[in-house]
């Protein structure tokens, strides 16, 4: 029982990273219908610029960690804001009336430029960085075996459910939320009425990229140490849960991160831990069978 439930809060962390990185997808996709493949590696950018800001920090002498934090997520998502709407404004705008396929291959390519920019400029090997947030709770000792929860994990689930709560009232009252509430429905008919489309879309993706720095700052105070490569793979990972969910859901992402997350860690403390992603894409796919929408999706409604 104790090893289950170690297992559960440390399924339910990594779930709440990979759920803030999906809401980024199904933002987009819910208003120009277009997968952002080149989301993960915004994360990855993210979580670079919070490395950064970190050393910058500690030579310049902020060595008090809540106001630190503060600092690096203010700078971490401001300018992985900025180069969400550079990659919008660059590499999608131009594309977004064009046949579906070819904003399909810029976000690919994208995704690869990004990759190798941060290869080049910071290098392939991996960077560390020594623990900030430290120290946890024992909830309940069986035997030898304690459960233990972090405050790294504290700190992970608490800003989850207050970004998802924030950007809920963004999106339900805000005069930006109707606004894209009114180009998810039809963009023709949201700049008939008075919408600037230009301009809901790049908020759409600075939101995002925002809420991807917030998930990279996470990713590198859990595990300590990113690389050039985490954007690939946490993309995936996070794209299948905004489909797990409901591509196009916000409270669907969010579920659909915190199944993945469970799903690979269970299957990693239970089985082998080669088998943790054939686990998870295959839940996938069983799900679809069953729900083609995912399992808070909406099903189509062709106009005619």
Same mark, same amino acid.
């Given at each position: 029982?104790?090893?289950?439930?170690?297992?559960?809060?440390? $399924?339910?962390?990594?779930?709440?990273? &990979?759920?803030?990185?999906?809401?980024?997808?199904?933002?987009?996709?819910?208003?120009?219908?277009?997968?952002?493949?080149?989301? $993960?590696?915004? =994360?990855?950018?993210?979580? =670079?610029?919070?490395?950064?800001?970190?050393?910058?920090?500690?030579?310049?002498?902020? !060595?008090?960690?809540?106001?630190?934090?503060?600092?690096?997520?203010?700078?971490?998502?401001?300018?992985?804001?900025?180069?969400?709407?550079?990659?919008?404004?660059?590499?999608?705008?131009?594309?977004?009336?064009?046949?579906?396929?070819?904003?399909?291959?810029?976000?690919?390519?994208?995704?690869?430029?990004?990759?190798? =920019?941060?290869?080049?400029?910071?290098?392939?090997?991996?960077? /560390?960085?020594?623990?900030?947030?430290?120290? $946890?709770?024992?909830?309940?000792?069986? $035997?030898?075996?304690?459960?233990?929860?972090?405050?790294?994990?504290?700190?992970?689930?608490?800003?989850?459910?207050?970004?998802?709560?924030?950007?809920?009232?963004?999106?339900?009252?805000? /005069?930006?939320?109707?606004?894209?509430?009114?180009?998810?429905?039809?963009? *023709?008919?949201?700049?008939?009425?008075?919408?600037?489309?230009?301009?809901?879309?790049?908020?759409?993706?600075?939101?995002?990229?925002? *809420?991807?720095?917030?998930?990279?700052?996470?990713?590198?105070? &859990? &595990?300590?140490?990113?690389?050039?490569?985490?954007?690939?793979?946490?993309?995936?990972?996070?794209? !299948?849960?905004?489909?797990?969910?409901?591509?196009?859901?916000? /409270?669907?992402?969010?579920?659909?991160?915190?199944?993945?997350?469970?799903?690979?860690?269970?299957?990693?403390?239970?089985? !082998?831990?080669?088998?943790?992603?054939?686990?998870?894409?295959?839940?996938?796919?069983?799900?679809?069978?069953?729900? /083609?929408?995912?399992?808070?999706?909406?099903?189509?409604?062709?106009?005619?």
């Amino acid at each position: 029982m104790a090893y289950f439930l170690q297992q559960l809060i440390n $399924g339910i962390a990594l779930g709440s990273i &990979y759920g803030l990185i999906a809401i980024g997808y199904t933002m987009v996709y819910g208003i120009i219908g277009m997968i952002n493949f080149a989301h $993960g590696d915004i =994360f990855m950018v993210g979580a =670079f610029i919070a490395l950064i800001a970190f050393l910058l920090l500690l030579s310049l002498g902020v !060595t008090l960690v809540p106001v630190a934090l503060f600092l690096v997520l203010v700078i971490a998502m401001a300018l992985t804001a900025v180069w969400g709407w550079t990659v919008e404004r660059i590499a999608y705008r131009p594309l977004r009336e064009s046949f579906r396929l070819a904003p399909l291959i810029t976000a690919i390519g994208m995704s690869i430029i990004l990759q190798n =920019f941060v290869q080049v400029s910071q290098g392939a090997r991996v960077k /560390p960085l020594q623990p900030v947030v430290t120290g $946890g709770y024992e909830l309940f000792k069986q $035997g030898d075996f304690a459960v233990i929860l972090s405050n790294i994990q504290i700190l992970i689930v608490v800003t989850t459910v207050v970004l998802m709560g924030a950007f809920w009232l963004i999106i339900a009252r805000t /005069p930006l939320g109707r606004a894209q509430r009114a180009c998810e429905q039809d963009r *023709l008919m949201a700049a008939l009425s008075g919408v600037n489309v230009d301009r809901t879309i790049s908020l759409t993706f600075v939101m995002g990229a925002a *809420l991807a720095a917030v998930a990279g700052l996470l990713y590198l105070l &859990y &595990y300590g140490v990113i690389d050039f490569y985490i954007g690939f793979v946490a993309g995936i990972k996070a794209f !299948t849960a905004a489909v797990f969910g409901g591509i196009g859901s916000l /409270p669907g992402a969010m579920l659909g991160g915190l199944v993945i997350g469970l799903i690979e860690t269970f299957w990693s403390a239970y089985f !082998t831990i080669e088998y943790k992603d054939v686990a998870a894409f295959s839940m996938l796919a069983i799900v679809l069978i069953f729900f /083609p929408t995912g399992l808070l999706g909406r099903p189509e409604v062709e106009k005619v």
